[in-house]
């Protein structure tokens, strides 16, 4: 069966400081992954999607990055937190729209706040 | 316009009864339907999804969708105090879209014992 990890769980972070989220999934491989943010009683919002290594396509222009250094690894940063990036980190996978398998699946997700 | 509506809620429901949550998109040509239930403080979980028009039933739970109408409903029978959450509608609007999906804001449902 397939397993999604997020590290950490929790982290607060001071305004100005680096950001380094992971993400991996185990018992896939080349699925489809998908950074999302939700902001305290707000709706998902979709930051990142990757189809395959080293392909990284963004929705919303911040000062967030991602990166898929592997195939089953998928990575969130920013070299300059803000305020305003607080937040319920979530990454999703799903087996890819090539095998017409749409299902997402999301990990535990990383509260992370911005002091 | 919103491309995923959803009522925020909370909807009450007693214990046993049924609980109907309604959720309509914008784009005519979305194909995948899903819902998610996400408790306080967690990641949401996927529980329903659906492709094609009609009813979907998986234990307690049905979808039921609508494309002409562009509505995609949940009905959750016999409800249960742990049914207590925040219910997402998620919307793929196209084949081609690389899975990406729009999320309603959500549904708050509160069984009351």
């Known amino acids: 069966s397939q397993t999604i990890h997020q590290w950490p769980a929790t982290l607060v972070q001071p305004v100005g400081s680096p950001l380094s989220l992971e993400c991996t999934v185990e018992g896939t491989s080349n699925p489809n992954l998908y950074w999302y943010r939700q902001a305290a009683g707000r709706g998902l919002q979709l930051l990142f999607y990757?189809?395959?290594?080293?392909?990284i396509s963004s929705e919303v222009p911040q000062n967030l990055s991602a990166s898929r250094p592997q195939d089953r690894q998928f990575i969130l940063s920013s070299k300059k937190l803000l305020l305003s990036d607080s937040g319920f980190y979530l990454c999703?996978?799903?087996?890819?729209?090539?095998?017409?398998?749409?299902?997402?699946?999301f990990g535990p997700g990383t509260r992370l706040t911005v002091t | 316009q919103k491309e995923v509506e959803q009522n925020s809620g909370p909807l009450s429901v007693p214990e046993g009864a049924i609980a109907s949550l309604n959720c309509t998109y914008s784009?005519?040509?979305?194909?995948?339907f899903f819902w998610y239930r996400q408790y306080s403080g967690k990641s949401p979980e996927l529980i329903m999804f659906?492709?094609?028009?009609g009813d979907k039933e998986d234990g307690r739970f049905t979808a039921q969708l609508n494309k002409a109408s562009q509505y995609v409903s949940l009905l959750i029978r016999d409800s249960q105090p742990s049914d207590s959450a925040t219910y997402l509608c998620a919307v793929m609007p196209r084949t081609d879209s690389w899975g990406k999906l729009q999320f309603g804001a959500g549904t708050q449902v509160v069984v009351t014992p």
């Open positions: 784009d005519r040509g979305s194909q995948s």
């Open positions: 990757s189809v395959g290594i080293g392909q």
């Open positions: 659906i492709y094609s028009n």
């Open positions: 999703a996978w799903t087996r890819g729209t090539m095998v017409g398998s749409y299902e997402q699946y």
